[in-house]
């Protein structure tokens, strides 16, 4: 991260770096940052970096955008740590909160960008080769089915485009059920010969 006035900082580089800061309390800690201190912002990593990630991760779900949000927040700590109030709470709660609220706005952001991108797929059109495939095909079908007897485009078309089932279907013609599930099986065997050309 960068500091004002300061060379470039990453806050992973901090870790290894030598603490000055002793064990001190937060709201040292944050007075310290305040003052450009980077052993004091090491130290309040140390203490809050695993708690910060887990949060980001258990609302990402997401390794990358976790370690993201971990640099972000400390990046936002260190260029306005004055905006830690510890009389309203601990500096542990202030940074959770600032992961919590900065993973939901890129889960908000993620879903936005996934909701434009359907969008854009749903708006566009088909192209000439899809429109003549799928009018070709539903020819084809109409012309096979009507090639079918009388009694197997009947049990058929009850069956696949009325919804009915093998009882239903054999109710409605009055017939038996075998009769019928044997018209539907030898009319499906000769769509399907009739048809294979059509998926080449």
Excluded: C
Excluded at 44 to 70: K, P
Excluded at 87 to 101: D, I, K, Q
């Amino acid at each position: 991260m960068v500091g004002r006035g300061l060379e470039p900082v990453v806050v992973s580089d901090l870790v290894g770096a030598r603490s000055e800061a002793g064990n001190v309390d937060d709201a040292a800690l944050a007075a310290a940052v305040a003052t450009r201190d980077q052993a004091a912002l090491e130290k309040v990593f140390e203490r809050y970096g695993g708690a910060v990630r887990s949060i980001a991760l258990r609302v990402l779900r997401n390794e990358a955008l976790a370690e993201d949000t971990v640099q972000e927040v400390f990046v936002a700590f260190w260029n306005a740590p004055d905006r830690f109030d510890p009389g309203r709470g601990s500096l542990r709660t202030f940074l959770l909160t600032l992961a919590h609220r900065r993973a939901i706005d890129i889960v908000r952001s993620e879903q936005a960008r996934f909701n434009r991108e359907e969008k854009v797929r749903d708006d566009v059109p088909p192209s000439i080769d899809e429109e003549v495939w799928s009018r070709t095909v539903s020819e084809e079908v109409r012309e096979a089915v009507a090639a079918l007897s009388e009694g197997e485009r009947e049990a058929i078309s009850l069956a696949y485009f009325g919804g009915l089932t093998y009882v239903e279907v054999a109710e409605r013609l009055g017939l038996p059920e075998g009769t019928v599930k044997s018209r539907i099986r030898s009319g499906m065997r000769r769509l399907g010969t009739m048809l294979a050309e059509v998926a080449l």
